[in-house]
C-alpha cells in the first residue's frame, strides 16, 4: 500500500506487465535484490455500474478481511478522498456521476391567449421554449402550473411531425438495433406492439391483451386482465413504472414463454418544439385522434389531470414555457471589504447584515424596486476571499 501510495505520487502508478516483452524490460530495471512490489492484486470488489476498473484508493487498513465490515464503499474528504468498507445499510450522503436526467425545468404559465406558433415564438424569445415533459413528476408540476382559475386547454411544445419512429412508453431508451421484431413484421397494421413467445408484432391499440409493466423497484410485473394498449399504459403508470421497455435478449427471455403481452413500444410521429427526442406521452383515452383535422398542435388540461389531446394550431389559447426567464436581469458586482483587528466576514450572520445594509443604502437611493440582494458563492462555497498579504477581502454579491 505504501508502495503504491508512493509511485501515484512521484509517478503515475505500480506496474502493470502485459506480456514477456515486458515483464523482460522490467526484469532488467530491477537491480538484483530478491523481489519487488508490482501492481498486480487481489481483488473482489466492483463497480455499480459494471464497468471493469481496477483502480482502487483504499485507505492504509482497507479492504479489511474481517467479514463484519461491510460490502459497500465509502470514500473520506479528511482521508483525502481514500476508500474504506462500510455496511451497505449505513444512511451516508453519496455521489452520483453523469448527466441529471430528469432536470427539472422551471415551468412559466403565461394567461395570454396565442396560436401555438406564437406561443412558441414567445417562450422561445423570453423563456428557452413551450414546455416539454418527460415524466409523470413533469405533468404534475405543468397541471400546478396552471392558474387554478382557468379550465380550459393550455399549449405545450409537442407538435405533428411527418416522420413515424418506434419509441418506448418509457421514454429512456432508444430501440436498439437487435430489436426482437417476428419475421415480417412491423406489417403496419398497429402502432402498438405486443410480445408473443419471443418476438415482436405490431397490433391494433385498441385490442385488448394481458400487458407487462416495469417497477424500478421489482421489476418486470404481468398483468392478465385484457385491456388496450393505452390502458395498459396508464394501469402501469399508476402501480407501477410504465409499460416495460426490453433492451436485451435477456429481458425478452422473461416474458417469452407467456401468451400475447402489451409491451411499451409504439408508433409515434409527435416531435417537442425544442427538438429534444423524449417519447414520454400522456395522451387522453382517445387521442392522439387518427382523424384528420383534429390538428397538429398539442394541449394539456388541468381537468384532464394534466392529460394530453391534439387541437389545430391556429387555436388561440394560453400556454406554458419553460426555462429562465431572459427578462430578469442579473447584475453580478465585487465588493473588497477592509477590516481592522478580528474579520469575521465568514460568519453568515454577518454577510446577511451587510447584505441588509446595503439594501437600505439602495432604497435611500431611490432603487428599492423588486430587487434581490444574494452573495455569490465562489467553488469551495466561502463568499468572501483574502487578497493576497493583505487584510482586506473582496467577492461578488448578485443584484437582481
Ligand atoms: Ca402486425
New binding site residues.
Given amino acids: 500500500m505504501e508502495a503504491q501510495d508512493y509511485c501515484r505520487q512521484n509517478y503515475i502508478d505500480l506496474p502493470s506487465i502485459h506480456n514477456s516483452e515486458e515483464q523482460y524490460q522490467l526484469n532488467s530495471t530491477v537491480p538484483s535484490v530478491s523481489w519487488v512490489w508490482i501492481g498486480l492484486f487481489q481483488d473482489s470488489w466492483e463497480w455499480s455500474d459494471k464497468w471493469s476498473r481496477s483502480f482502487r484508493h483504499w485507505a492504509a487498513d482497507q479492504p479489511s478481511q474481517s467479514s463484519a465490515s461491510g460490502d459497500c464503499v465509502g470514500m473520506s474528504r479528511a482521508n483525502s478522498g481514500k476508500w474504506a468498507q462500510y455496511s451497505c445499510d449505513l444512511k451516508q450522503p453519496f455521489i452520483c456521476y453523469g448527466v441529471a436526467k430528469f432536470q427539472s425545468q422551471e415551468y412559466h404559465y403565461m394567461n395570454e391567449s396565442m396560436t401555438w406558433q406564437e406561443a412558441q415564438s414567445y417562450c422561445k424569445a423570453r423563456f428557452n421554449d413551450l414546455a416539454t415533459a418527460d415524466t409523470m413528476n413533469d405533468v404534475n408540476r405543468l397541471v400546478n402550473t396552471v392558474d387554478p382559475g382557468y379550465s380550459g386547454s393550455v399549449w405545450i411544445g409537442l407538435h405533428a411531425e411527418t416522420e413515424y419512429r418506434w419509441v418506448w412508453s418509457m421514454g429512456d431508451s432508444v430501440l436498439s438495433q437487435d430489436s426482437m421484431w417476428h419475421p415480417g413484421?412491423?406489417?403496419?397494421?398497429?402502432e402498438c406492439v405486443m410480445s408473443l413467445n419471443g418476438s415482436w408484432?405490431?397490433?391494433s391499440c385498441s385490442t385488448v391483451l394481458p400487458f407487462v409493466c416495469f417497477n424500478d423497484s421489482t421489476g418486470f410485473m404481468i398483468t392478465k386482465t385484457a385491456v388496450s394498449w393505452r390502458d395498459a399504459q396508464s394501469y402501469c403508470r399508476q402501480h407501477h413504472t410504465d409499460l416495460a421497455s426490453i433492451s436485451s435478449p435477456e429481458q425478452q427471455n422473461l416474458i417469452s414463454d407467456k401468451s400475447s403481452l402489451w409491451i411499451g413500444l409504439f408508433l409515434d410521429s409527435w416531435e417537442w418544439s425544442d427538438q429534444k427526442s423524449l417519447s414520454f406521452r400522456h395522451w387522453e383515452a382517445d387521442q392522439p385522434s387518427q382523424s384528420s383535422g383534429s390538428g397538429d398542435c398539442v394541449a394539456m388540461s388541468r381537468k384532464e389531470s394534466g392529460k394530453w389531446a391534439r387541437y389545430s394550431c391556429d387555436l388561440q389559447q394560453p400556454f406554458i414555457c419553460y426555462g429562465d426567464d431572459k427578462l430578469i436581469r442579473k447584475q453580478i458586482a465585487k465588493l473588497k471589504f477592509s477590516c481592522t483587528g478580528k474579520c469575521t466576514l465568514s460568519d453568515p450572520s454577518l454577510q446577511m447584515a451587510i447584505l441588509n445594509e446595503l439594501s437600505e443604502k439602495l432604497k435611500s437611493m431611490g432603487l428599492e424596486s423588486d430587487r434581490k440582494l444574494s452573495w455569490r458563492k465562489n467553488e469551495d462555497g466561502e463568499v468572501f476571499h483574502r487578497e493576497n498579504k493583505s487584510i482586506s477581502s473582496s467577492t461578488d454579491c448578485n443584484f437582481q
Fill in positions: 413484421q412491423p406489417n403496419g397494421d398497429g408484432y405490431d397490433e
